[in-house]
Structures are given as C-alpha cells and as structure tokens.
C-alpha cells in the first residue's frame, strides 16, 4: 500500500489517532519536514503543526490537501525511480521513435527524450539526463565520445544505417 493508503486505513479501518499517523507519514515515511510539506501541500506550517499536535483536527479540504500531496509526492518518486534510457538527438531523430517503452528480457524500460538542436546543447542535456535518473542513453555518433566522458551512465551511439544507405542512394541518383 501506498502511504497515503496507510494513513487513511490507520485513522478510518484502525481508528488511530491523526495527529501520530500523520507525523510518521510525513516525516519518516516520506522523509520530509513539517516545513517542507508546508511548502509543498500550501497548508500553513503553523496549521500542520496544530493537527500534529492534536489542538485541532483538519477539516475535509484539508485533509484532502493533505492525501492529495502525499499521492503527488509518492507518484513523483516513484516516477523518478523507474529505469528509463535517455534518448538525445534532434526532434526530427525523437519523431521518428514509434515505441515509448522498449523491453529486455523481462523487464519494460521507459524511453524518454531529450531534444536537442546542437552538440553543446546535446552534452547539456546528457548531463540532465544523468542527473534525471536515466540508467544509460542514447546519442548521435559526433558527441557520443564527449559524452561518455561526463556522465557515468552507460552510452550508447546510434547507428543510422538504414538512413545513410538511402541518402547514398538518393546522391547517386542525382549524380548519375
């Protein structure tokens, strides 16, 4: 179960008490401070403090603050540590990409893309990538190299055969 799921079960199915479920979900379960979830609910630290306490109990759009955070803060951590392979390169290289999941073996990995319209651009964005959580990427064959020097993540070159062999194609014909 999620911690917003914990908490309401401990106060509705278990009739715990509020103000001690709260204070582990926030500040052991999701490793926040009391500050720190003020910022991010938009509820009055001085407010929190008072549920915390047991001086007040919230109200129900509060407490709705208050569950609709904690599953915004457990869907983005959860989004953040789900593997996924950077894609970088230029929007015409991104559109091209029918497929946003690709699978090895077992396992579904996430693709995500960076665009990019330059190399220093693309070595920027390899760097966030990296800082993202990307567990390796993908990039064109000019800064590849560079790249592999800055971030410690797997890297991987893209091979346009396919593209190429049309083009010399296609250059052939206009010059025969």
Do not use: W
């Not at 991104?94 to 220093?120: K, N, P, S």
């Amino acid at each position: 179960m999620t911690v917003a799921d914990d908490l309401i079960a401990a106060l509705f199915v278990q009739g715990k008490a509020l103000p001690e479920q709260l204070a582990k979900a926030i500040k052991q379960r999701l490793g926040l401070s009391i500050g720190e979830f003020s910022v991010r609910s938009g509820i009055p630290t001085s407010t929190l403090y008072k549920i915390l306490s047991g001086e007040r109990d919230p109200n129900l759009r509060t407490f709705h603050r208050i569950i609709s955070t904690i599953r915004e803060l457990e869907r983005k951590e959860a989004e953040q540590k789900r593997k996924f392979i950077a894609i970088i390169g230029t929007r015409g290289v991104l559109d091209e990409i029918e497929q946003m999941t690709i699978t090895a073996g077992t396992e579904t990995i996430d693709l995500r893309e960076y665009a990019v319209t330059g190399i220093e651009e693309a070595i920027v964005e390899s760097i966030q990538a990296e800082r993202d959580g990307a567990a390796a990427l993908v990039c064109a064959p000019i800064v590849s190299t560079t790249v592999e020097k800055v971030v410690t993540i797997p890297v991987a070159t893209i091979r346009p055969k396919s593209s190429v062999t049309r083009a010399l194609e296609l250059v052939a014909k206009k010059i025969s």
